[in-house]
């Protein structure tokens, strides 16, 4: 059997990598303020890698240039302000073709890499369960294998070759292509498996009529913060872009008694490219499935309005966004303008403010939670006769059961219920 490559073998960058240089592109039209947003989004994608920035650069440009994006007069004047920089990588916002890429390597003998690069090293790095892994493995190798003649070097080695499985006149990048392909190969047979196991899963938690929500926005907007807040959940809480990649579900009781599954999800991020939201769907399935959304925003962010459309395309792609949705701002105690907090009322009307830091806004939360969940699940008492045990089975699997008591006349089941098994047994509501 053929096993997927180790991280080390789709890894493009190499750790010596300490010195970045980065570069956005800007075309007519586009407002300066908006390329310098992308800068310094990217300086935090880098940051999150672990890799010093050394140097930044905004270019203007009429169109792009086939060869190496920009001009040749500035791919020079770029190369040599990083040779004089000493920087060992540079990135661009913008994407590369991966001609482009090697061109422009070749000329500075340096590495080069882009936006997509960055976030699947990122993701990478923070994938832990079995599926994650995998799915960063089929995107990474996706990636590179129109690139092999940069990333795969190290496949360059001349292979001895067991009888049959190199065609007389085969190059070798010919023979790592087909090493690439097969290991795509396999990596899909194995999310096949996975993707069973869950579906297994999800299965067995929706016996029980018991809501589901998830958390959802951008990265790094309090997402893991909240589910901790309200779970009281052992989740790992960062301030670095995509310290969640796994999607992690807990348990919540509301206070009328009613209990919820709540999901904190991967946060999306501008550019995110459409084949990484797509080797991402099954991750995020659980944002599908959830029957409503908290989208959270960090209100301290200027570019809150773009964070805003992002996440709403990205919930449009993914097919979410028919969900009941709750709008909650934090960090809202990062704000001394009340200016912006009442700008942002105007703007939303049903949003909620809140702080996971001071937990200011936490109750207006909960209670916007269970106006949600309470349109489709009620919490209710039916009491049934003695001879009636059968109806008291069918609740048991049909719904989430808080208490049962057995009096003289009957025994009471106190439960959250669906409107639809409720409306069966409503001659028994107490």
Same mark, same amino acid.
């Given at each position: 059997?053929?096993?997927?490559?180790?991280?080390?073998?789709?890894?493009?960058? &190499?750790n010596?990598?300490?010195?970045?240089?980065?570069?956005?592109?800007?075309?007519? =039209?586009?407002?300066?303020?908006e390329?310098?947003?992308?800068?310094?989004?990217?300086?935090?994608?880098?940051?999150?890698?672990?890799?010093?920035?050394?140097?930044?650069?905004?270019?203007?440009?009429?169109?792009p240039q086939?060869?190496?994006?920009v001009?040749?007069?500035?791919i020079? $004047?770029?190369?040599?302000?990083a040779?004089?920089?000493?920087?060992?990588?540079?990135?661009?916002d913008?994407?590369?073709?991966p !001609?482009?890429?090697?061109?422009?390597?070749?000329?500075?003998?340096?590495?080069?890499?882009?936006?997509?690069?960055?976030?699947?090293?990122?993701?990478?790095?923070?994938?832990?369960?079995?599926?994650?892994?995998?799915q960063?493995?089929?995107?990474?190798?996706?990636? &590179?294998?129109?690139?092999?003649?940069?990333?795969?070097t190290?496949?360059?080695?001349?292979?001895g070759?067991?009888?049959?499985?190199?065609?007389?006149g085969?190059?070798?990048?010919?023979?790592?292509?087909?090493?690439?392909?097969?290991k795509?190969?396999?990596?899909?047979?194995?999310?096949?498996?996975?993707?069973?196991?869950?579906a297994?899963?999800?299965?067995?938690?929706?016996?029980?009529?018991?809501l589901?929500? !998830?958390i959802?926005?951008?990265?790094? &907007?309090?997402?893991?913060?909240?589910l901790?807040?309200?779970?009281?959940?052992?989740?790992?809480?960062?301030?670095?872009?995509?310290?969640?990649?796994?999607?992690?579900?807990?348990?919540?009781e509301?206070?009328?008694?009613?209990?919820?599954?709540?999901?904190?999800?991967? #946060?999306?991020i501008?550019?995110?490219?459409?084949?990484? /939201?797509e080797?991402?769907?099954?991750?995020?399935?659980?944002?599908v499935?959830?029957?409503?959304?908290?989208?959270?925003?960090? /209100?301290?962010?200027h570019?809150?309005?773009?964070?805003?459309?992002?996440?709403?395309? /990205?919930?449009?792609?993914?097919?979410?966004?028919?969900k009941?949705?709750?709008?909650?701002?934090?960090?809202?105690d990062?704000?001394?303008?009340?200016?912006?907090?009442?700008?942002?009322?105007?703007?939303?009307?049903? #949003?909620?403010?809140?702080?996971?830091?001071?937990? %200011?806004?936490?109750?207006?939360?909960?209670?916007?939670?269970?106006?949600?969940?309470s349109?489709?699940?009620?919490?209710?008492?039916?009491?049934?006769?003695? %001879?009636?045990?059968?109806? /008291?089975?069918?609740?048991?699997?049909?719904?989430?059961?808080?208490?049962?008591?057995?009096?003289?006349? =009957?025994?009471?089941?106190k439960?959250s219920?669906e409107?639809?098994?409720?409306a069966?047994?409503? $001659?028994?509501?107490?």
């Amino acid at each position: 059997m053929n096993e997927p490559l180790e991280k080390n073998e789709i890894d493009i960058l &190499s750790n010596k990598c300490e010195r970045a240089f980065l570069i956005t592109i800007t075309y007519p =039209g586009i407002d300066p303020k908006e390329a310098e947003a992308h800068l310094e989004e990217l300086e935090s994608l880098v940051d999150t890698m672990g890799i010093p920035v050394i140097d930044k650069l905004i270019v203007k440009l009429k169109k792009p240039q086939a060869k190496y994006l920009v001009g040749t007069g500035k791919i020079e $004047e770029i190369v040599e302000k990083a040779v004089y920089n000493d920087i060992d990588l540079i990135v661009f916002d913008n994407e590369l073709t991966p !001609s482009q890429q090697r061109n422009i390597e070749k000329l500075s003998e340096i590495t080069v890499i882009e936006r997509r690069e960055v976030i699947l090293d990122i993701f990478a790095d923070r994938a832990s369960t079995r599926e994650a892994v995998l799915q960063v493995g089929l995107a990474r190798m996706k990636y &590179s294998l129109p690139r092999l003649t940069r990333a795969w070097t190290h496949l360059s080695r001349q292979r001895g070759g067991a009888k049959g499985t190199r065609g007389e006149g085969e190059t070798q990048l010919e023979v790592d292509r087909r090493l690439v392909l097969r290991k795509i190969d396999h990596i899909k047979k194995d999310l096949l498996k996975v993707k069973k196991y869950r579906a297994t899963q999800r299965k067995q938690r929706q016996k029980k009529p018991v809501l589901t929500g !998830s958390i959802v926005g951008y990265t790094n &907007s309090g997402k893991s913060s909240l589910l901790k807040l309200l779970t009281d959940a052992d989740v790992l809480i960062e301030d670095k872009l995509f310290a969640t990649l796994d999607p992690t579900t807990r348990r919540i009781e509301l206070s009328n008694g009613q209990e919820i599954l709540l999901t904190d999800t991967v #946060g999306f991020i501008r550019k995110l490219p459409h084949d990484l /939201v797509e080797a991402f769907k099954s991750t995020l399935e659980e944002t599908v499935l959830s029957d409503f959304l908290i989208h959270m925003m960090d /209100v301290s962010s200027h570019e809150i309005q773009e964070h805003y459309k992002t996440t709403i395309e /990205v919930l449009k792609e993914l097919g979410a966004y028919n969900k009941p949705i709750i709008t909650v701002f934090n960090k809202t105690d990062l704000i001394e303008d009340k200016s912006v907090i009442n700008r942002l009322k105007n703007d939303f009307p049903d #949003g909620i403010f809140i702080s996971t830091m001071s937990k %200011n806004g936490i109750d207006d939360l909960k209670n916007a939670i269970i106006a949600i969940v309470s349109k489709g699940i009620h919490l209710v008492e039916f009491k049934f006769p003695h %001879n009636k045990n059968d109806l /008291v089975a069918f609740v048991h699997r049909n719904a989430k059961v808080i208490s049962e008591k057995h009096e003289e006349d =009957g025994t009471v089941v106190k439960c959250s219920i669906e409107e639809k098994f409720r409306a069966q047994l409503s $001659e028994y509501l107490k």
